[in-house]
């Protein structure tokens, strides 16, 4: 199973980006997806989950801002944010916990998955 971030970029404080995750290969099913982040000199923290029912979960410092959805079909998380602020500059990454096929039939496991990272800058 592989996660693909992409749509980070520099973007000036207020403005908006929208980061999109792909996940990949032998998939059963999603079950939670989320965005964490990292900046540097500090620990990788929480931005929102979402459960594969489309309940989320968002940290404080983004709520009213940032808002997570998912395509089931594809297999795909998203983060709108919006407003953003320099101190929103971080190393975004996807989180997936799937539950996935392996050439046993009905025999499966679930793991976390992780994807790369994609950058966002928050420029004032």
């Known amino acids: 199973v592989q996660l693909q971030a992409s749509g980070g970029g520099l973007v000036q404080a207020g403005g908006s980006l929208r980061l999109s995750c792909v996940a990949s290969g032998s998939i059963d099913s999603i079950n939670g997806m989320g965005w964490y982040r990292q900046a540097p000199g500090k620990q990788r923290e929480l931005v929102a989950t979402?459960?594969?029912?489309?309940?989320?979960n968002y940290a404080d410092s983004v709520k009213g801002r940032f808002t997570i959805s998912r395509d089931n079909a594809k297999n795909t998380v998203y983060l709108q944010m919006n407003s953003l602020k320099r101190e929103d500059t971080a190393t975004y990454y996807c989180?997936?916990?799937?539950?996935?096929?392996?050439?046993?039939?009905?025999?499966?496991?679930?793991?976390?998955?992780w994807g790369q990272g994609t950058q966002v800058t928050v420029s004032s």
């Open positions: 989180n997936a916990n799937v539950r996935v096929r392996t050439i046993t039939p009905g025999l499966m496991w679930t793991g976390d998955f």
């Open positions: 979402i459960t594969n029912g489309g309940s989320t």
